[in-house]
């Protein structure tokens, strides 16, 4: 079920009317994790969410809060129990396998969930995205909050107009998702205080795990939340507001609105109660807004008059507003979560015991022993002191995994510390050679792929934060600043490279753009960035960046034949022809020549030269016979010149394709290229293993494996105080 509402934030809350109210102790805050950019989405994913289908096996339903003068709200509520319910021999998902709090129930973890939102204009074009992921890692926890709701709260910044959105949670390891779509309205008017929404209407916090995003530039929570505290409890944005009987609809406004509100038919949408809206005497919990209530209880504390226990849609305002679900509960009943089923209600899943357990401290996790976290990260890299160095990529893995928990602020900045700290005293081992720390940026980014393969999102943050803050030491401790900036940069444009090859094509845009930052002549970031502006049809920014390459690379093929692509697509016809001609030389790759062949021959046919156009395919069979797509080409050029024999003959001569048989130069030129990745990686390579021996030693020398030089076993324990008074 898919909730939309225009310029609100609707929910309901636990509360007696006004007259009947009682303040409840003061509560805690409750527990909030924040998510982690994911650093892009796998062209498989991308493929999902356009596809325009909608369902899933995740139960789970979204709101869109727009708010007015840019930018919109996101919630998307799961149901716990729904990541872990038995599938049937279907194939669909049932019942839990198991009680979800029995400590020997077995439970997959840590559980990962992916959100990806794209936001669609009416032509298809995307105008905003968010990539995030949350990871519960804690046995016990998760089982615990399989019988209870997730609810994620982010945000996005748009320009006012007409959207779709496309949303997918994904937990990939179950494989399972769900995929909703909706389309809303940004208003062109600022209303509500700091830019809000101008109505929220709140449900109680406590039944939820409430997943954050991160502000990261965005425009700032609404009156700092959500949660957001009225002393007595705390509140979050509803999708689907169930409301006890003897309790009325809670909302608050940023200003004047609408004075009425009723109750639809949740199937035929005739309205079947309607009531003016009241000032609400508790005090509203959002700063700056007002509150106002929708009396739906009876004088008697059920329901009021014509209403009964079911399913309706909340409507404020005009006939053509927006509508909300709502489940109203018969007297006796809880106001659960939408997703749990109340006995007195018309419909809704089965209903499950339980609900979430007390929530941990708010206070954060305790600091761990510095010195000992140190010692442990010196120890993981003792493989690179050995005969296998790659296996310090795993050795690394397992000690990051093992100390940076459910990813606090603080135990993340320990683990930062720590890995801090060993690059400094392997600076003060190696005699100040800033050398030895380009292994540790090589296994940092090496870490980075791995993680990001495992959707293990937050360590792949981390690792790359690691990399770039290493690299910007190597680059200041350098003799030579210019080549640690050309060492960087290909680290850099190599993680540019994953992200492009999974399809983040916009997070593999600013790697390349920041690759060419350190180093303009850097031959992947020039390709990298090229080939990206052809794919969103900006071929002028292509062509002058493969310009630039093909005057550090003249030698290439495939350089010249994309230069003479763009420049054919851009309108500059007689230059392209010539470029494309010198890619036809027996000296080119097989492929390169088809595909020149086939752009002149498009060339000249567009022009009403078919002559030419016949000529150029027809030497494309001569010169290279085994490639098909020229024959085909020419086949269908010939058939529409009413040459119907000629093309009938060419065609019965197409081989059938075997398995096996090499992919077609369009479909070559349609992948990202990658001979410049790797040879930036070969380059960088040879580098880290001119420098390995440096770092071997000082790996040793720092776990007490080899003797330390002299004055170093003084100076070395200090060393990282030096270097971070200047880290980056």
Known sequence: MIRVGLGLILASVALPPAAESQTPSPSPAPPILESVSTGGIETRAVALILSGQQGGDLASEAGVFPRPGGGVDLVLDVDGASLFASRDESGAAGSLPANPTDPSGSVPEPVIIEIYAYALDPGGGLRGYLTEAFRLEDAAQIRARASGGIKFLGRM?????????????????????????????????????????????????????????????????????PPWSDGAGWWVPAVHPVVAAGEDVRLVSAGEGPV?????????????????????????????????????????????????????LLQLGGGEAPALALRLVAPGGEARPWFVADSAATAGPAARPGGLPAPPPASGEPPGDRAGLTRAYA?????????RPEDAVSTLADFERGQIGQGSPLRRAQLADAEDQIAAQALVLAGGDARV???????????????????????????????????????????????????????????????????????????????????????AALLGLAVIHEAYGDYDKALELLGRLAKL??????????????????????????????????????????????????????????????????RALVEIPGEQQPRLQLASLLDRLGRPAE????????????????????????????????????????RVRDAMPELALA?????????????AEKSVDGAAEGEKEGRP
């Open 437 to 523: 720390l380009l292994p540790l940026i090589w296994l940092h980014g090496e870490a980075y792929r791995g993680y990001h393969r495992r959707a293990e999102y937050l360590l792949a943050v981390h690792s790359r934060q690691q990399v770039l803050r290493l690299g910007e030491l190597y680059t200041k401790r350098l003799g030579d600043p210019r080549e640690a900036r050309c060492d960087l940069a290909v680290v850099v444009s190599g993680m540019a490279g994953y992200l492009q090859e999974i399809g983040a094509n916009l997070e593999a845009q600013q790697a390349f753009e920041r690759g060419l930052e350190l180093d303009g002549d850097n031959p």
């Open 699 to 711: 790996v040793l020398r720092m776990n007490r494996r080899a003797p330390l030089p002299g004055a």
């Open 260 to 312: 009425t509100g009723r109750l639809l038919d949740a199937e035929d949408r005739q309205t079947v109660y309607e009531a003016q809206l009241v000032p609400d005497e508790t005090p509203s919990p959002v700063a700056g807004f007002t509150g106002l209530r929708l009396p739906v209880a009876g004088l008697t504390g059920g329901l009021a008059d014509d209403l009964e226990a079911g399913e309706y």
């Open 379 to 387: 120890e993981a890299l003792l493989p690179l002191a050995g005969e």
């Open 553 to 618: 690379r003249p030698e290439s093929a495939e350089v010249r034949l994309r230069l003479g692509i763009n420049l054919r697509r851009s309108g500059a016809l007689r230059p392209a022809a010539e470029t494309l001609e010198s890619g036809l030389g027996a000296d080119r790759p097989t492929w390169v020549r088809s595909l020149a062949f086939q752009e002149l021959a498009a060339l000249e046919d567009a022009q009403g030269r078919s002559v030419e156009a016949v000529a150029w395919l027809r």
């Open 157 to 225: 910044a748009l320009a006012p107009g007409d959207y779709s959105l496309r949303l997918l949670a994904l937990y990939r390891r179950a494989d399972r998702f769900s995929l909703l779509a909706l389309p809303f309205t940004v208003p062109g008017e600022v209303a509500g205080p700091g830019g809000g929404p101008p109505f929220l209407v709140l449900e109680a916090a406590a039944p939820w795990v409430l997943v954050r995003q991160p502000e990261r530039g965005q425009a700032p929570p609404v009156a700092g939340g």
């Open 647 to 686: 093309a009938t003959a060419l065609v019965e001569e197409i081989a059938v394709e075997r398995a096996g048989a090499p992919p077609t130069s369009r479909f070559r030129y349609s992948q990202w290229p990658r001979w410049a990745l790797l040879e930036g990686s070969r380059r960088l390579e040879a």
